[in-house]
Structures are given as C-alpha cells and as structure tokens.
C-alpha cells in the first residue's frame, strides 16, 4: 500500500488513476484543440470569403463603369480629335484620372478625391451630354472635408446610373442636385435628380435602374451595417440617399 497524505493508494490502483486521470486530461486537450483548429480555418475562410467578395464587387463595378461609358466616351474622343484638339486633350486627362481609380482596387479615400472623382466624371458625360446636363453641389466647408472619407467610386457610381437611366433617356435639361452633411457621427450624402416633365419615364422601370446594392454592400464592409443607400422615385424625381457613420476624430 503507498500512503499519501491521508489516502492509502494499491500501486496498481495508483497507476490506473494517473493514466485514467491523464487520459480524460489529453482528451479535453484534443477536443479544445481541434476545436480552435477548426475555428481558426473557419475564421481564415471567411477572411478569405471577404477578400473575394471585395474583389468580386470591384471587378462588378469595373464592368459596370466600362460598357456604356467607354465606348460611349471613345465616340466622343474620336469626334473631338479633329475639330478641337485642345479639348480632346482635357477630356482624356478626365478619362485617365477617372479609369486609374477604378482600377485601383476598393478603398477609402478622403471625400475630396471622390469629388473630384466626380467632377471628372461629370465633366466627360457634359461633353457629350451638352446642355441637357446641370448640376449643383452643397459642400461642408473645407475644414469638415478635410477629414471626411468614403469607399472609392461610390457616389460616382450613383451619379452614373443617374446619368444612364434619367438623362440618356430624354431631351430636356435635367438638373441633379447634390447636398453633402456630416453630422452626429453621420455622413448623409443626398442626390436630387428632377424628371423630365415632358418624356415618359415608368417609375417602376426607374426603381429597378436604380439599385445600389454593390456599393452599398462595399459601405457596409468598410464602415459597418448601419451604413446604407437607398433610392425614392417619385413622379417628380429620384432621391438617392448615401447614409454611413463616420466618427469625427477631431472630438
């Protein structure tokens, strides 16, 4: 008999209860083992799953930016090459700044850049748009933008889909109002597009047109699920509206 402290152990008995007590030991330690294995595959893959679906969205914008609007803006080069150099050569700067955000994968950048994003987008469909094309733009002061940032592309994106479903379709001048407000911890960029009066345009077809889920998808992954787009279409207009938090770091 092995007498330890007040118990008596039969040798036999005391090795059968350390293997017994060491066996129960490794096998809780397997479980939990393979159990964080499993969540750290589980956690990789949906990193990955991330990754691809980043990607994929990037490439979808890509396709979507391209189609219509290349080949629509490779028409209107071709037209101005001869008759006006000059401009010809300021429309491709446009072209250039725009293709090399678009291809520069999904990002945050400082609201300025997508503004200018904007305005270069803006300037190459007012070319071959003329008149039937007005916008207006209602800014925070300088100090407020200058720490304001938003996904690459994304109000570029709606201002397009705008352009290709309301003012493509018509003859008349379509004004497209554009109000930025950062407030509460909240950026709330409104799009204002006023309908033609005089052509018919289904309201039902224009709310199909006008989906945003791409780049509110990319929102929701760089500034979390609360961050939305969401578009009205009444007789009258189209409000869009990009809704997403953003913690002032001056406070």
Request: one cysteine or more.
């Amino acid at each position: 008999m092995i007498n330890i402290g007040w118990l008596d152990y039969n040798p036999q008995a005391f090795v059968l209860n350390i293997l017994f007590n060491s066996m129960i030991t490794g096998s809780f330690t397997l479980v939990f083992l393979l159990y964080f294995i499993r969540r750290h595959r589980e956690l990789n893959a949906l990193k990955l799953s991330f990754e691809h679906k980043l990607t994929a969205q990037n490439d979808l914008i890509k396709a979507r930016l391209a189609p219509h609007f290349f080949f629509n803006t490779l028409n209107t080069l071709t037209s101005l090459i001869e008759s006006n150099p000059s401009r010809a050569a300021a429309l491709l700067q446009h072209v250039s700044a725009l293709f090399r955000a678009s291809f520069s994968g999904t990002r945050e950048i400082s609201f300025e850049e997508e503004v200018a994003l904007c305005e270069h987008y803006l300037a190459i469909e007012s070319s071959r748009l003329a008149d039937k094309l007005a916008v207006s733009w209602q800014l925070p002061d300088e100090d407020v933008m200058y720490d304001m940032v938003i996904t690459v592309l994304t109000l570029q994106g709606v201002l397009e889909k705008v352009l290709f479903s309301v003012v493509e379709m018509t003859t008349e001048t379509i004004i497209i109002d554009i109000a930025v407000t950062w407030q509460q911890h909240r950026v709330t960029i409104t799009v204002t597009a006023q309908l033609p009066s005089k052509t018919l345009m289904i309201s039902h077809n224009l709310r199909q047109h006008v989906d945003f889920y791409v780049q509110a998808e990319r929102l929701k992954i760089h500034f979390g699920q609360s961050a939305d787009i969401q578009s009205t279409v009444t007789s009258q207009q189209i409000i869009t509206i990009i809704d997403y938090p953003l913690q002032d770091v001056g406070l």
